[in-house]
């Protein structure tokens, strides 16, 4: 059982999206989450400020989790392969398949937690932007980098959610392959 | 004198951002606004529901003139090069630089402000991706070129602002140089 399966702040988020699944975000609150989870309100409130949270705890796991895997790249790497790097970590942090698609459905959904998962993911790109910086990467080429990466992951995030067949890693290098086709055909004459 | 300098949207827009300026975005009232640009409030509220929206009243402006463009570039065009030729057209509705100045030190001193833009540029977003997906793309490319055209801009911008003597197109066309030695070296052995 993986660490998150097994752990609190894990059965809490699963408890959560099986609750949002079956009956809806709006109409699942702290006391059901916690119910479900075999747990008190207190322990929900210990690992969360609020139930919108539970949808967001992910996130903040992925950009510790990156940081670390930056940091970790031998220097004098470029900025891209940095990122792509740390990227093709991210498996040991994201949370399963079933999850994630229940997940993206519920904030799809909500307008409000639309907003919350653009800052979020914002505040993912100045910190791997920052930590690009760290390593000695030019501010503007770092936010570049981080910019194509972005969107290099969220290309492998969509396809790995819409086939449950697909590889993390075979993902991640085809988007970045597409990413080059798609960069090449701008200096194309 | 551009269009945009004489009409009342403009004026407004201007007799705002000189007051954000001069005495800060908190303490600015529609009132305040209106008296400056030699308006009413009600002449306000028929251009802007608050006194926020004025900030993006830009963005509304950029985003119909770049679906106008993006639809006139010739069909079969790749995706990139597609937004590219649109970009390339964006001066004819940027607002001056010493507006655009003001505006970016008011959102980044205010995170409500910060949030707002982001919604706004998601929506930017997703609009270019949906005009490419009409013109025959598939939307996973559509989406892809849609994310990198826009860090193309927004180190375009960036630099637009930092230097008061670049041009908009050579610069356009040196970050989307930028972009390609970027993703370039994520394939390089």
Known sequence: MARWEGDTQGRLERAALELFDEQGYDRTTVAQIAKRAGLTERSFYRWFTDKREVLFGGRADLESHLLKAVAAVPPGTAALPT?????ATAPEVIRPREFLLVRSAVIAANPPLRERELIK????????????VTRGADPQTARLATDVAMAVLRLTGQRCLADERADFHATLTQATTDLLTVATEAVRP
């Open 83 to 87: 990122l792509l790097a740390a990227f």
């Open 121 to 132: 993911l914002a505040s993912l790109a100045e910190a791997l932007t920052a930590a690009l």
